[in-house]
Nanobody, 116 residues
Framework: QVQLVESGGGLVQAGGSLRLSCAASGIIASIRAMGWYRQAPGKQRELVATINSRGSTTYADSVKGRFTISRDITKNMVYLQMNSLSPEDTAVYYC??????????WGQGTQVTVAS
């Protein structure tokens, strides 16, 4: 079983920055990809950014140029650096891990609130 714990959320003014962290523990094997997703009130959960086993990254158009996903394999950590935040970025941010066996694991989420 894999456990994912997000941290780093909080309240920030528009234009500010936050860095989210996702710590993975448990039986970690054959990771295919890690990703950050977010869900705003009344909206569906959406993809923010992913990083696969080769280190290739993808981003939602809405965050390109502002957010950066990275990882530290030695520490089983994934990060999301968020710059130039706007109120539209307000959401609960979730970390997800996918492996080559078809399993997916989610964290409990961390709240990000951007004040205008």
């Amino acid at each position: 079983q894999v456990q994912l714990v997000e941290s780093g959320g909080g309240l920030v003014q528009a234009g500010g920055s936050l860095r989210l962290s996702c710590a993975a523990s448990g039986i970690i094997a054959s990771i295919r990809a890690m990703g950050w997703y977010r869900q705003a009130p009344g909206k569906q959960r959406e993809l923010v950014a992913t990083i696969n086993s080769r280190g290739s990254t993808t981003y939602a158009d809405s965050v390109k140029g502002r957010f950066t996903i990275s990882r530290d394999i030695t520490k089983n950590m994934v990060y999301l650096q968020m710059n130039s935040l706007s109120p539209e970025d307000t959401a609960v941010y979730y970390c997800k891990q996918s492996n080559w066996f078809g399993n997916e694991y989610w964290g409990q989420g961390t709240q990000v609130t951007v004040a205008s």
